[in-house]
Every structure is written in C-alpha cells, then in structure tokens.
C-alpha cells in the first residue's frame, strides 16, 4: 500500500469513529509515548482494534437508514477501503456467517 493510500484508509477509519472511540485512540497512542497525531497505521494491533470499531459503527449507521445486516456490513467495508470478509472474520472467527442467516 502507498504511503497516501494508508493516509486515506487511516483518515477514513478515524473519521468513522465515535468522538469517545477517537478520544481512547487519542489516549492509546499517548500510552506508546506517540504524538496524537503519529501514523499509526503500521501498528497492526491498533489498526485492527480502530478498523474493526469503526467498521461496526459504520454498519450500525447504515442498519439506521434502513439497510439489512450484509449490505450494511459491505457498505461500512467500502467506506473503509477494505474487503467485507476481512471484518467478518475477525468478528465471528474464520467461518463468516453466510448473509442470508
């Protein structure tokens, strides 16, 4: 990934996050004795932690509008620039729950 493409994924995600999520990620890189502003990215244990937040708001968000469950789930994966079953997985294990359970 180019260094622009992880500064819009990295964008997109803290953007999608709740302002108390974006608050504990804030607080998190102050803890590693990062400024609040670092590339964080690279860190595959925040990065996971903060993209799977914010892909569950996401998803939340367009469950509200009215979407169901999978088109919800896939929109939320789009905004983020990543694939749908990446975030399945690493909520429901290796098997993803089929979308029409």
């Known amino acids: 990934m180019s ?3 992880t500064h819009a994924r990295q964008t ?3 953007e999608a996050l709740s302002p108390a999520a974006r608050t504990a990620h804030a607080v998190l890189l102050g803890e590693l004795g990062l ?3 670092a590339e964080w990215y690279a860190l595959p244990s925040l990065r ?3 993209e799977q937040a914010a892909w569950l708001q996401l998803t939340a968000r ?3 509008r009215g979407l ?3 088109p919800a ?3 939320a994966a789009e905004q983020l620039r990543c694939n749908v079953r990446t975030f399945q997985t690493r909520l429901r294990g290796k098997t993803p729950v089929p ?3």
């Open 99 to 101: 979308p029409f359970t």
């Open 12 to 14: 997109a995600i803290l």
């Open 62 to 64: 367009a469950e509200r």
């Open 48 to 50: 996971r932690v903060f």
């Open 68 to 70: 169901t469950r999978w």
């Open 35 to 37: 400024p609040t502003d």
């Open 3 to 5: 260094p622009g493409e």
């Open 73 to 75: 789930e896939r929109w």
